[in-house]
C-alpha cells in the first residue's frame, strides 16, 4: 500500500492550494482519512480528518479557510486550503486507515508535501 501526494508549492498570504492524496496497492477498505502538518521545530499535528462516511473534524487554526473531502471510489482525500496564512507554511502529510482484506485496518502514511506561505 502507498500514499502519494500531490498539490504542494509555494503560495502568497490570501492565496489557495489544493492538495490531493492517492491510497493504491492491496486495498480492501479504507476507513478514516486525514491530513497532518508539521513546520520546522515542531512536532507534527492533526489538520483535518475525515471518517468513511464523510463526517469532518478541524483543527481550530484552519477552521472555516480548509476543507477535507474524499472520493471513496477514487481512494483519495482532498484538502482545499483557502485563505492561506505564513503560518500554515509546514509540510503536509496524508493519513488512511486501510485494510488490505477482512482483517485489522493498518494506519499508513504519505511522503510528505511541501507548503510555503510567503507574506
Known amino acids: 500500500v502507498q500514499l502519494v501526494e500531490t498539490g504542494g508549492g509555494l503560495v502568497q498570504a490570501g492565496g489557495s492550494l489544493r492538495l490531493s492524496c492517492t491510497a493504491s496497492?492491496?486495498?480492501?477498505?479504507?476507513?478514516?482519512m486525514g491530513w497532518y502538518r508539521q513546520a520546522p521545530g515542531k512536532q507534527r499535528d492533526v489538520v483535518a480528518h475525515?471518517?468513511?462516511?464523510?463526517?469532518?473534524n478541524y483543527a481550530d487554526s484552519v477552521k472555516g479557510r480548509f476543507t477535507i473531502s474524499r472520493d471513496n471510489a477514487k481512494n483519495t482525500v482532498y484538502l482545499q486550503m483557502n485563505s492561506l496564512k505564513p503560518e500554515d507554511t509546514a509540510v503536509y502529510y496524508c493519513?488512511?486507515?486501510?485494510?488490505?482484506?477482512?482483517?485489522?485496518?493498518?494506519?499508513?502514511w504519505g511522503q510528505g508535501t511541501q507548503v510555503t506561505v510567503s507574506s
Open positions: 493519513t488512511a486507515e486501510i485494510s488490505e482484506d477482512y482483517s485489522d485496518y493498518s494506519k499508513y
Open positions: 496497492g492491496s486495498i480492501f477498505s479504507i476507513n478514516n
Open positions: 475525515i471518517t468513511s462516511g464523510g463526517s469532518t
